[in-house]
């Protein structure tokens, strides 16, 4: 489950704080969903989860709209579906409430319950989360803890609770269906397909030649193309590597390096004769700990979705990806105006990648639409009575009053 903290400093950029407004009516509860009582702080809270959903919808779908122009309010400019923003709004947050009765439904209905290690994680996640200052003077926020904002606008500790136990249970009824022993168990090839699909395991140097003349970027290129046999002749990513910033110092210093014989120390750019320290340790006659060399070639690798890299261009992505495994090649971007040698490994040997947490994601890739799915088709049938004194109290335009309806920049 997402961090709490992070999603809420990540909604409050784009939302709203809500300010109480004396009132004869009881607006302690704002709807009962299938006979169940939601309260306000609960509703609030979800007006925030609603209101950064149609935020980020309207920036997508709305490019040439200047969000971050100090005049743009939300609520005055902005429409989704032929609704204005506050209106859809507070229709979203009803859906989102359906939504987490069904996820309680559904726990029910699965024989699931909370353990009592359960409910010590809620309470400590909320009081870690009540307790948290972080990036409070970020956004502006004259309070001393994201509590004392969150009870300022009319979200509690019991809302908060209640919200995130709802959380945990959506959580664990996915996990029931979907997770191992689940009623619809995905299996382990189904994840070795994904991970093979959409991510790839890799080394890489970067070869950066933007300021190279044509006669020092044909030599790169020749080096790297050589070190790319190298690797496909088996050597490890750890000798290239090293042999590459040995080249690369000798370059800046004036040297060239003799790629003949890429064996010996002369091939991996390191002079033949060094200068004696006569207090220096004599060197071992052990050979070296083959293992170590193992143990440092992992140190090079990595591993990125395919639609999420950020440090290396998309003509890049895509020539890493038509590569085929445990193979070793360069490519040239020219955008970037960077040589690459790229190792491209097999992403299921690192069986050590994949513990608990990192199985969930893959499992919420695979099946989360689906789950999203099941849910919102049952979401239709829970019956919702609205209090209408709360919902006319709690506007979600009373955030702009508060200077927190602001883009992130």
């Known amino acids: 489950m997402k961090t ?20 004869c009516a009881d607006t302690r509860n704002a709807l009962t969903a299938d006979g169940e009582q939601i309260r306000a702080g609960e509703y609030i809270y979800e007006q925030i989860r609603a209101a950064q ?52 439904i559904m726990f029910g209905e699965l024989g699931l319950s909370l353990t009592m290690d359960d409910e010590i994680f809620i309470r400590n996640s909320v009081e870690s989360f009540r307790g948290s200052n972080e990036d ?11 509590g004392e904002f969150y009870e300022d606008i009319g979200v ?25 022993n689940g009623t619809q168990e995905v299996s382990r090839e189904e994840i070795d397909a994904l991970l093979t699909a959409d991510y790839a395991r890799f080394r890489m140097i970067e070869g950066m030649d933007g300021e190279l003349s044509e006669e020092q970027l044909q030599e790169l290129e020749s080096t ?52 004696t320290d006569p207090e220096a340790e004599p060197e071992s006659d052990e050979p070296d700990f083959d293992g170590w060399e193992a143990a440092d070639d992992n140190l090079h690798d990595l591993a990125e979705k395919r639609d999420s890299f950020y440090y290396i261009p998309p003509d890049v992505t895509a020539f890493l990806f038509d590569m085929e495994i445990n193979t070793a090649a360069i490519f040239r971007s020219e955008d970037f105006e960077a040589t690459y040698l790229l190792q491209r490994l097999d992403v299921l040997e690192r069986e050590d990648w994949f513990n608990e947490d990192v199985i969930k994601s893959l499992l919420l890739e695979l099946k989360g639409d689906e789950m999203r799915e099941k849910i919102s088709v049952r979401a239709d049938s829970v019956a919702i009575t609205l209090n209408d004194a709360a919902i006319k109290r709690y506007k979600p335009e009373t955030a ?10």
């Open 53 to 104: 959903e149609g935020a980020d919808m309207f920036n997508r779908d709305n490019p040439e709209v200047d969000v971050y122009d100090e005049n743009f309010d939300y609520f005055k400019h902005a429409s989704i579906d032929g609704k204005a923003f506050g209106d859809w709004v507070n229709d979203r947050t009803v859906e989102i409430l359906r939504e987490r009765r069904v996820a309680e």
């Open 224 to 275: 790297l193309e050589g070190y790319a046999a190298r690797l496909n002749e088996g050597e490890s990513f750890t000798a290239i590597y090293n042999s590459y910033s040995s080249y690369v110092n000798m370059r800046d210093e004036g040297f060239e390096e003799d790629t003949d014989d890429y064996g010996s120390d002369a091939g991996d750019g390191v002079p033949t004769e060094e200068p």
């Open 400 to 409: 702009a009053k508060r200077g927190l309806l602001q883009p992130m920049w």
């Open 136 to 146: 409070l003077n970020r956004y502006s926020l004259d309070y001393g803890t994201w």
């Open 156 to 180: 509690g500790r019991e809302s908060l609770t209640a919200i995130f136990t709802n959380d945990l249970m959506l959580e664990r009824v996915f996990e029931a269906i979907y997770g191992e």
């Open 4 to 23: 709490r903290i992070t999603a809420i400093i990540t909604a409050v950029t784009m939302l709203f704080g809500v300010i109480g407004l004396s009132a």
